[in-house]
């Protein structure tokens, strides 16, 4: 229009036009102005404890003048409640504003609160406590005033009543209970005592829905108390029916904090379900009736001391092995200088140590290597039934150590090895000619095999092999360590800026705080597994050592009896021992569902290498190879972080995992039942018809090796019942459901180990049994604490807080604390059993231990 008038009349007549419409505005500006002065405002001079009844319009504006005493040895807090009684008060909402000295609190009502997808509810009644600044003096009046106004041309009726809280303050001990709405959040004030640097303060009730919020602020203004900013300042935490926080007084400058409880509008947070969804965004709820009943205590925390003593308790009780093991040490090496020690002697045949016959130099006997040798002969189960009687008869003794000494002798005149004599070529010096592959069918496939014929390699190749089990986890402990140490200080940060303590989930009954860490006792309770995987590590090296200086002289016992010694695998698995303390740490630094994999990540390690090394010991030359079995760990870790991604719920997850787990067990049977000799190749189902046809149909016999059929036949069953379990329960940890498996492998393997060992014909040492009886005692009292679940990660923070408890030792360590303490010794007692389970065959040739 005004480019149009530009056209048609000129420059004239536009400003004329302008100047019309800026008075048209003036004038309307002026009218607004004029209602407004005569907008009536009315002050009165209020009293606690009085209720005013009155109504607002947009024509008229209250204000109530209160004032009061604030004494500085006594706090008093002051509570503002507010009913609106007209009908639709939410098309006319009344703005409340108290304005006090050093702080403004305003708010609306109806007070609208936002809950999950922006849903409205809306509370007629409110009420709120006021901020109380800080005085100087010993006792001053304090001034305040209540503004009431509205913009609505109807008139609301409303009540206004402000009064005091004479129980404002927490005392120490003392339960106080209160009830809070979302319209009506509570808080109170506590201040430390002298002689009390840390606080617990719990919050309880018996309801455990509407969903609620416990925050601890600073003495400052505002405090906020509603649904929609409690988390905006301080630490805080949702609860059901309990929560608790650990307060220390170097946090609070004003050596005093607000104990904050706000009820929320909806209970998604806490577990509960979704009431409905609105059908418009902007659709007012009916919240019904939320007030909830709650008890508050605030009580002093545990003190340095006992701090000082939960920390000598933990390193005493695990120092005490280390000095156990050093006296089993020297009784044992005592008692075998005795075993060899000449107690008879003949004139002229001097004794030999069994530390000094590699080295034996003529002595002067009259006996001639014939005569001791027949004799040793005459004993018709030499080499396994005979080690007893020479150990009966230590003259015998004596008389077998001469004419092993003697025998050497022979040996060097005649230059030919006793070894080269009794063992088979070298697999690596023919693996180059055409026979090999038809000379391991020859062996492994024998009906009877013995570990002579599963010991044909080099010692030195096998040892280098399995070294690199050590070194390959010490690199893998590094590498998945520093990431994981960086991740939960991050985490610890994220909990310490924010004050968010949903975000870990511990057991916060008993949880003591240590600089920046929140729960330092459940670190520290792992300190069992690196101090006892150390001292595995030691005792497997001081092994290691007496095996090798026997190997150094040619002891026969060394080269040609017993299991064949490789530590490599040992050496491994007191690593993981280690490395599973310093990721049980980690984790619990901040446990929740993100972190739990690291804390069962080298629990699957230990599990597998516990195996390996019990297939080992009957199966030395024919193991995995470190790369080979740290790939299929690799490949086990990789489903446990699946698993934890998308196998909540997820039912196509569960299939394919399911499928996959009976695929793998198919094939390592077949792998262990043929040792290796069979291919993965295109022409295997036409061997399995072949079998199937041979061996079902064609005749009925049954299958060669019966040992190995069992075993495998009840590992398929256990795998497949494990794997049709979790394809209908679908459990929500995955990461415990993938330990259970292996453990449970694990464990049908040890005892069909143990059985076939004692059904053939061996025995089980005096501290091989030992360390089983007191394994599974420590094991059963271990797991009795692990099923305790002070906290889970599978429910929201509320529910999981519902399980937590006080400390059961010290008031430092809880049954979760107890559970890291038994575990690390049962798996220290487990390593010890894998370690001297076989002590027994250390005297009989390897051509009469049985493969099984």
């Known amino acids: 229009m005004v480019l149009r008038s530009c056209c048609k009349f000129g420059p004239v007549s536009v400003l004329f036009r302008l100047g019309y419409v800026a008075l048209l505005l003036l004038c309307v500006t002026h009218l607004r102005c004029a209602r407004a002065e005569n ?8 009293e606690f404890d009085v209720t005013y009844n ?55 009502v109806p007070l609208i609160l936002r809950g999950l997808y922006q849903r409205k509810y809306p509370y007629a009644h409110v009420g709120r406590t006021l901020c109380q600044p800080p005085t100087r003096t010993l006792s001053e009046t304090q001034y305040f005033f209540v503004d009431v106004s509205t913009l609505s041309n109807l008139g609301t009726h409303y009540q206004l009543r402000i009064s005091r ?53 600073d003495i400052q203004c505002p405090v906020y108390d509603l649904d929609n900013n409690v988390a905006f300042i301080g630490m805080y935490q949702t609860m059901t029916k309990t929560a608790a926080i650990t307060v220390q007084r170097k946090d609070f400058p004003s050596n005093s904090f607000y104990v904050v409880v706000v009820v929320k509008t909806e209970d998604e947070a806490c577990g509960g379900p979704l009431r409905f969804y609105p059908l418009r965004p902007d659709e007012l709820i009916d919240a019904g009736n939320r007030s909830k009943t709650l008890d508050v205590v605030v009580s002093p925390a545990i003190s340095s001391d006992v701090y000082v003593m939960g920390m000598l308790f933990c390193l005493g009780i695990f120092l005490s092995f280390y000095l156990l093991t050093f006296l089993v040490a020297c009784v044992e090496n005592k008692r075998s200088v005795d075993r060899f020690t000449v107690i008879y002697r003949k004139p002229g045949v001097t004794p030999v140590s069994p530390y000094e016959y590699g080295s034996f130099a003529d002595n002067g006997s009259t006996l001639s290597s014939e005569a001791i040798t027949d004799s040793i002969a005459s004993d018709a189960n030499y080499g396994y039934m005979g080690q007893e009687t020479l150990k009966r008869r230590p003259f015998l003794t004596a008389i077998h150590h001469v004419a092993i000494c003697i025998e050497r002798s022979l040996e060097s005149v005649t230059g030919r090895s006793r070894q080269e004599s009794l063992s088979s070529i070298e697999e690596d010096d023919y693996d180059t000619l055409a026979d090999i ?13 013995c570990v002579s014929d599963l010991a044909r390699k080099d010692k030195r190749v096998l040892s280098k092999k399995y070294q690199i089990y050590f070194w390959n986890i010490a690199t893998i402990g590094v590498f998945y360590a520093l990431p994981v140490i960086q991740l939960v200080i991050t985490y610890q940060t994220v909990v310490n800026v924010t004050g968010n303590q949903d975000i870990c989930y511990y057991n916060f009954l008993c949880a003591h705080p240590l600089g920046n860490l929140s729960a330092f006792n459940n670190i520290l309770s792992n300190l069992g597994y690196v101090m006892l995987g150390l001292l595995f590590l030691l005792i497997v090296l001081q092994r290691d050592i007496i095996h090798s200086r026997a ?83 690799a490949a086990v870790i990789f489903f446990s972080v699946l698993g934890v991604v998308f196998g909540k719920g997820n039912m196509v997850f569960w299939i394919i995992f ?76 995955f990461a415990s459901y993938l330990l259970a498996i292996a453990i449970c492998n694990l464990l049908l393997y040890f005892a069909f180990y143990i059985i076939m060992k004692l059904r053939s014909g061996e025995r089980i040492q005096c501290m091989a049994m030992v360390c089983i009886l007191f394994t599974a005692v420590v094991w059963g009292f271990a797991l009795f604490f692990f099923f305790q679940g002070l906290s889970t990660w599978q429910k929201t923070p509320a529910e999981s807080r519902e399980h937590n408890r006080d400390c059961i030792v010290l008031s430092f360590f809880d049954d979760h604390d107890i559970w890291h303490f038994l575990s690390s010794i049962a798996m220290f007692g487990s390593f010890l059993v894998l370690l001297t389970m076989d002590d027994d065959l250390d005297d009989v040739q390897r051509d009469k231990i049985f493969v099984f």
């Open 165 to 217: 809280v004479d129980s404002f303050t927490l005392h120490t001990d003392k339960k106080f209970s209160f009830t809070a709405s979302p319209s009506q959040p509570q808080y109170f004030k506590y201040v430390f005592p002298d002689g009390v640097d840390t606080a617990i303060v719990k919050v309880n009730s018996e309801m455990t829905f509407p969903c609620s919020v416990m925050s601890i602020q």
């Open 39 to 46: 907008k009536t405002v009315v002050q009165k001079y209020a």
């Open 54 to 108: 009155d109504t607002v319009t947009s024509d008229n504006q209250t204000i109530y003048a209160f004032n009061h005493t604030v004494s500085r040895n006594k706090t008093e807090g002051v509570r503002v409640t507010v009913d609106v009684l007209s009908e639709g008060a939410e098309s006319s909402p009344i703005l409340f504003v108290v304005r006090q000295k050093q702080a403004v609190l305003s708010f609306q």
């Open 551 to 633: 190997l150094d002289r040619n002891d026969l016992n060394a080269l040609e009896c017993g299991i064949p010694k490789h530590f490599g695998l040992f050496y491994a698995m007191g690593t993981a021992l280690m490395m599973e303390g310093l990721l049980s740490a980690c984790y619990h630094v901040c446990p929740n569902y993100t972190n739990f994999q690291f804390d069962t990540s080298f629990m699957y390690m230990i599990a597998g290498l516990c195996v390996l090394k019990l297939y080992q010991k009957r199966h030395p030359d024919i193991n995995a190879s470190a790369y080979t079995a740290y790939a299929c760990l």
């Open 437 to 449: 592959d038809s000379d391991k069918n020859i062996v492994r496939t024998k009906k009877y095999l």
């Open 658 to 733: 399911s499928v996959l787990h009976i695929l793998a067990t198919m094939l390592l049977s077949t792998q262990l039942y043929y040792m290796g000799r069979w291919r993965l190749d295109s022409g295997i189902l036409r061997r399995i018809v072949y079998v199937i046809y041979t061996d079902c149909i064609r005749q009925c016999s049954g299958p060669m090796y019966i040992d190995r059929m069992v075993l495998l036949v009840m590992g398929n069953i256990v795998n497949w019942s494990l794997a049709a379990y979790g394809l209908l329960k679908t459990p929500n940890d």
